[in-house]
T-cell receptor, first 113, second 115 residues
């Protein structure tokens, strides 16, 4: 079966712009979580969506937002980009929230210049 | 506070040698512990899962151990290969009262295998 698909794979934006990243989970999976990964920081949790509702949120400013559609696909939006937003953004899907195995996408490498 | 700490932060070994990565956690209530391998620029992939009752589990040249009493886990890599060069992330899961699996990530250990 198809894995988690993230688009685009690479993105270059300038400061002040906004960006939207997309994540298609494994078919049948209903939980989608987003993470930011920067060198030396590990995976930082952004938020989790389940059944189109945000269930958990990490400690990121309001410039980071997301949503989930009825087909479980999720989008993440970052407004007013800052240089520090440059990172690998990973999406993970789980069948249910109680399932502990997270399947990760390949990530979107965002570079802010 | 739920926390997962990994050591060492980075490691360089010669091809063919063995190595052991460590993971200490303070997570409650504990559900299970997974080791993920993340190649550069790619998403993490699960290597093993350890539940409370399991002490050792192998996946090819990877062997994970769990000591639930001391809340420590290790990942042992035998006869390392160049393709083992990656980051290894320890992820501990807690199941809360609403039956939600919360994932707590370690910072990862970066392993470099040199020829």
């Amino acid at each position: 079966k198809a894995g988690v698909t993230q688009t685009p794979r690479y993105l270059i934006k300038t400061r002040g712009q906004q960006v939207t990243l997309s994540c298609s989970p494994i078919s049948g999976h209903r939980s989608v979580s987003w993470y930011q990964q920067t060198p030396g920081q590990g995976l930082q949790f952004l938020f989790e969506y389940f059944s189109e509702t945000q269930r958990n949120k990490g400690n990121f400013p309001g410039r980071f937002s997301g949503r989930q559609f009825s087909n479980s696909r999720s989008e993440m939006n970052v407004s007013t980009l800052e240089l520090g937003d440059s990172a690998l953004y990973l999406c993970a899907s789980r069948l249910l929230r109680a399932n502990t195995e997270a399947f990760f996408g390949q990530g979107t490498r965002l570079t802010v210049v | 506070k739920n926390q997962v700490e990994q050591s060492p932060q980075s490691l360089i070994i010669l091809e063919g040698k063995n190595c052991t990565l460590q993971c200490n956690y303070t997570v409650s209530p504990f559900s299970n512990l997974r080791w993920y391998k993340q190649d550069t620029g790619r998403g993490p992939v699960s290597l093993t899962i350890m539940t409370f009752s399991e002490n050792t589990k192998s996946n090819g040249r990877y062997t994970a151990t769990l000591d639930a009493d001391t809340k420590q886990s290790s990942l042992h890599i035998t006869a390392s290969q160049l393709s083992d060069s990656a980051s290894y992330i320890c992820v501990v899961s807690a199941i809360d009262s609403s039956n939600t699996g919360k994932l707590i990530f370690g910072q990862g250990t970066t392993l470099q295998v040199k020829p």
